[in-house]
């Protein structure tokens, strides 16, 4: 992303882990919305079939995320991944 616009830590936008240290820059969201252009932090990549890409959100998709990670860890029904498949 060059070029690109750096949030300082005291103007980035909000999200559910403030303090966080991370660098916010002006980018697309490669999570949910998509949108283009806007804030958006470095999550790590993401592997699919021996392929990698970097990943980046936006607050709004973060906080979403974070939502579904912790659900995962309180529902008693929640599937079980492959062990190949599992972070450790």
Known sequence: ???ATVYPETSRPATSRPGDGGEWLDGMCR???RRSGIPVIWIGPAQ???MSAPMFGCANC???LEHMI???FVRKDAPQTPASTRWL
């Open 48 to 50: 699919f079939e021996g």
């Open 1 to 3: 992303m060059s070029g």
């Open 62 to 64: 973060i906080a979403e």
């Open 31 to 33: 999570l949910y919305c």
């Open 70 to 72: 912790g659900q995962h």
